[in-house]
Each structure stands twice: as C-alpha cells, then as structure tokens.
C-alpha cells in the first residue's frame, strides 16, 4: 500500500479537523464561528512543509437569529420553527395558501397576494430540473405574498433552514420561516386561515475568510480545489460542509507526500460564506486567472456514492471514470450545469468546474440544513475512501495529459438553456448572460 494511502486511513488529519470545525457552535458567515473555523484551517495547512498558507478577506453582512413566532390559528414559538437567514425582521399576517412542493405551476395557479405561502422544501418527482428555496422565495415575492413558510420534507419534528439572500440582494422582502415537517403539516390542515408571522433578527458588516493551501510547482495555469467553511447555525453543518474541508485537509496531507507527481499547481481553498450565496467563492473567481480547472467538494462522507457533475465540461467525465474504477469508489457522473455551491462563481465565468457531493437519497436532501447534521452524520470508512478518491483525482487532472478548455460565458448560458436551468436562474434575478 502507497506510504500516503496508509496515512490517510492511520493519521486522521482529516478526521481530526472534521471534530474542530464540528465542535464550534455557529459557523454562519460573519460570525466568531466561522472565523474559528478559519483560524483552525489556517493552522492545519500550516502543519505541511510543501504549503503556502495564505489568507484573504472580504466583507459579509452578518445575520444572526433572535425570535421567530407564528400566531393567530395557533400560537407556535418552539424549536421547530426557525427564522430562514437573511429573512428580515418583520411581521406579516394572511391567510395560509398551500402551494404544495412549490413548482412553478403551483405558482401560476393560485392567487398569493397578501397570503402566506406554504412550500415544501423538496422538488415535485415530475420537475426535470431543481427548483431551488430561493426560487420559491422569489415567487413568493413576486406574486406579492406577505410571507413565507418552507416545510421541511422530511418526519422527525427537524426544521428546516436555507438563506433567502445573497451578496447583491441581501435581505428577503417578506419574513421567511422554516419549519419541520409536522408543523407544516398542521399548517396544512388550517388552510385559508390567518396566521401571523413574526421574526426578529439583527444584522451587522462583518468579515470573512478564504484560507489557500497553494502546493506543487509554480506553472502558469492551477487545479483549484474549494469547500466551503461556513454552516448554518442550528447545527454543527457536519456533514454539510465540515466533510467538505476535511476531505481538503486530507487532500493536503497526502499531497504534501506526493508532492513530486503533480505536474500543475495546486491550490486548495477553504471558502466563506457559501451558505448566503457563494460570496467566497465569487470573491476567489473575481481575483484569479489562468485557472485550469475548479472542484468543489460540498457535502461528503455521509453514504458510499458519491455524485459528479461536470457542467457541461466533456474531459472530466473520462478522468472521474478512471479514478472510480482505479479505487472501486462508487460514484455517478451527471453531465449537466448545476448552477448552485461554490463551483458555480467559476462555470458561470466559463471556467472548467465539476461539483462533488453525495449522491442524494432520494427526494433530496438528507440531514443538511437541519438540527440533525450532526458528525455522527459523517461516516469515517466513506470519508477515507472519498479522500482517496478525490486525491487520485485532483493528482489525475493536475496532469498535463489532463487536457480541458474554458468555455465562453454565452456557452454556459446555452448549456443553461438546454438542461432547463435558466428558468431558475431567471427567476430569482441572477441570470448573469446577455
Ligand atoms: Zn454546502
């Protein structure tokens, strides 16, 4: 067995920065928590001779949660009722209207002007393509509702969470909460009836971090590799995305062993504020050029496969099939523009991005962006075999046989066009094409 392989599985590097990130309380963009996270990512990649630690920073509008209330029909202030971040500090009171999974058509179809709406937080089996929370949100907005409620559609009394914002439209027009599958269920039943909802939060200009690991010889062109730091604040955000920099923790360490294999720079980053709209990663994709290509690790080690998308970029497919079968790592390519997570500031630039994550369970998300993600969440067998993998693969297309061209912006936009995801980006005002 290669020296680094037999690292990963004895060392736990990773593993060991996986429980740090895991065990500060909240890792929200702005707050003390997400730069803790920083602070400890900074010190890991520290550890290894052959990185360059360097650390940018850039400002974020920090929210942090005070109350969240709904009344009238019933009188709820418990904990399965949360304030969706970047929701203002408002009230609204009206009738609740159940748009059900909250497609487009369900839009369409009923009136909303002055209700709340009632959406779950997963997508109809029919859709063909991710209807996203912020486009619910903005259809909302849009049809002129008072509020909105996002039912999380999964049992266990968890509530849901998920930003309403982001950099250039930071808070939501109307309050936005999310609640567990039980209570919006009873919601539900009370169709057509006043509710009033109320939720107070705060809100200051904080700062936040990217944190680079730069690796490997100096060329012209680099492999950057990102994972976002930050999480939501009702969980620990294990899985979703501690897994994330942990992997790229693991990454450096095995790199720092194979250090004479690749053949391109490499730059890993630990990025901020992902979770309000990907500020970190659009801050990194503004500052550099001569990008080989990007990947983005967002949500690993929770189940065995793991899923690929490539955003329309042929060459990975080849590379990602070589490396599954080289390390019997179960995986599914997607060939499709995914245009959510961090890889996202780079494709829409027309640079070559393939987004990594857990397969999804289906119906959509598992534990993220509940209470539940927690790091018993996180497997450790998974979490060894994905950074074997993902090492492989980062070493594989660092390679100069490795070959992958940019695409032109108006391209991705065409690729948009054809997978059906320009609606969603239309929709919620972030169609950056002509
Ligand atoms: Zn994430």
Same mark, same amino acid.
């Given at each position: 067995?290669?020296?680094?392989?037999?690292?990963? +599985?004895?060392?736990?590097?990773?593993?060991?920065?996986?429980?740090?990130?895991?065990?500060? @309380?909240?890792?929200?963009?702005?707050?003390?928590?997400?730069?803790?996270?920083?602070?400890?990512?900074?010190?890991?990649?520290?550890?290894?001779?052959?990185?360059?630690?360097?650390?940018?920073?850039? #400002?974020?509008?920090?929210?942090?949660?005070?109350?969240?209330?709904? =009344?009238?029909?019933?009188?709820?202030?418990?904990?399965?009722a949360v304030a969706l971040p970047r929701s203002p500090s408002t009230m609204a009171s009206g009738p609740v209207i159940d748009l059900g999974y909250g497609m487009p058509s369900d839009f369409?179809?009923?009136?909303?002007?002055?209700a709340i709406v009632l959406v779950r937080s997963d997508n109809s089996p029919d859709s063909s393509r991710t209807i996203h929370r912020r486009e619910k949100y903005c259809r909302a907005v849009?049809?002129?509702?008072?509020?909105?409620?996002?039912?999380?559609?999964?049992?266990?009394?968890?509530?849901?969470?998920?930003?309403?914002?982001?950099?250039?439209?930071?808070?939501?027009?109307?309050?936005?909460?999310?609640?567990?599958?039980?209570?919006?269920?009873?919601?539900?039943?009370? /169709?057509?009836?006043?509710?009033?909802?109320?939720?107070?939060?705060?809100?200051? +200009?904080?700062?936040?971090?990217?944190?680079?690991?730069?690796?490997?010889?100096?060329?012209?062109?680099?492999?950057?590799?990102?994972?976002?730091?930050?999480?939501?604040?009702?969980?620990?955000?294990?899985? @979703?995305?501690?897994?994330?920099?942990?992997?790229?923790?693991?990454?450096?360490?095995?790199?720092?062993?194979?250090?004479?294999?690749?053949?391109?720079?490499?730059?890993? *980053?630990?990025?901020?504020?992902?979770?309000?709209? +990907?500020?970190? =990663?659009?801050?990194?994709?503004?500052?550099?050029?001569?990008?080989?290509?990007? *990947? /983005?690790?967002?949500?690993?080690?929770?189940?065995?496969?793991?899923?690929?998308?490539?955003?329309?970029?042929?060459?990975?497919?080849?590379?990602?099939?070589?490396?599954? #079968?080289?390390?019997?790592?179960?995986?599914?390519?997607?060939?499709?523009?995914?245009? +959510?997570?961090?890889?996202?500031?780079?494709?829409?630039?027309?640079?070559?991005?393939?987004?990594?994550?857990?397969?999804?369970?289906?119906?959509?998300? =598992?534990?993220?962006?509940?209470?539940?993600?927690?790091? #018993?969440?996180?497997?450790?067998?998974?979490?060894? %075999?994905?950074?074997?993998?993902?090492?492989?693969?980062?070493?594989?297309?660092?390679? #100069?046989?490795?070959?992958? @061209?940019?695409?032109?912006?108006?391209?991705?936009?065409?690729?948009?066009?054809? @997978?059906?995801?320009?609606?969603?980006?239309?929709?919620? %005002?972030?169609?950056?094409?002509?």
């Amino acid at each position: 067995m290669p020296g680094w392989i037999e690292q990963v +599985y004895l060392e736990r590097v990773g593993w060991d920065h996986l429980e740090q990130l895991c065990n500060i @309380d909240n890792r929200l963009p702005g707050t003390d928590g997400e730069k803790s996270a920083a602070k400890a990512t900074e010190r890991t990649f520290d550890e290894f001779d052959a990185v360059e630690t360097v650390v940018e920073t850039f #400002d974020i509008l920090r929210w942090e949660r005070e109350k969240c209330r709904l =009344s009238g029909i019933i009188d709820y202030s418990g904990f399965e009722a949360v304030a969706l971040p970047r929701s203002p500090s408002t009230m609204a009171s009206g009738p609740v209207i159940d748009l059900g999974y909250g497609m487009p058509s369900d839009f369409e179809e009923e009136a909303i002007e002055n209700a709340i709406v009632l959406v779950r937080s997963d997508n109809s089996p029919d859709s063909s393509r991710t209807i996203h929370r912020r486009e619910k949100y903005c259809r909302a907005v849009s049809g002129g509702a008072a509020g909105f409620i996002f039912q999380h559609h999964k049992s266990g009394c968890l509530p849901v969470t998920g930003s309403i914002g982001t950099d250039s439209s930071p808070i939501g027009k109307i309050p936005a909460v999310g609640t567990s599958k039980e209570l919006g269920e009873r919601l539900r039943r009370t /169709n057509g009836q006043e509710l009033e909802l109320s939720v107070s939060c705060h809100t200051s +200009y904080e700062t936040s971090r990217n944190v680079h690991a730069v690796m490997g010889p100096d060329t012209e062109k680099e492999v950057i590799v990102v994972a976002h730091m930050d999480a939501h604040d009702i969980c620990s955000g294990a899985v @979703d995305n501690a897994s994330g920099v942990a992997t790229l923790v693991e990454i450096a360490a095995a790199l720092n062993r194979r250090i004479n294999e690749l053949e391109t720079q490499v730059r890993l *980053v630990a990025v901020g504020a992902e979770e309000v709209g +990907y500020v970190g =990663s659009d801050h990194l994709a503004d500052r550099m050029t001569d990008i080989k290509t990007v *990947v /983005n690790i967002d949500s690993v080690a929770a189940r065995p496969s793991l899923q690929f998308m490539t955003n329309g970029f042929e060459p990975f497919g080849p590379a990602v099939n070589n490396v599954l #079968d080289r390390t019997g790592t179960s995986g599914v390519i997607i060939e499709k523009q995914q245009p +959510y997570s961090d890889h996202w500031p780079f494709v829409k630039r027309g640079i070559p991005g393939l987004a990594v994550t857990n397969t999804p369970p289906a119906g959509g998300r =598992s534990w993220g962006h509940t209470p539940a993600d927690t790091l #018993d969440k996180v497997d450790q067998r998974c979490f060894v %075999d994905h950074a074997i993998a993902l090492t492989e693969l980062i070493v594989e297309i660092a390679n #100069d046989e490795f070959k992958i @061209d940019s695409k032109t912006p108006s391209e991705i936009a065409q690729l948009l066009v054809q @997978d059906g995801a320009a609606a969603g980006l239309r929709a919620v %005002d972030e169609w950056d094409f002509e």
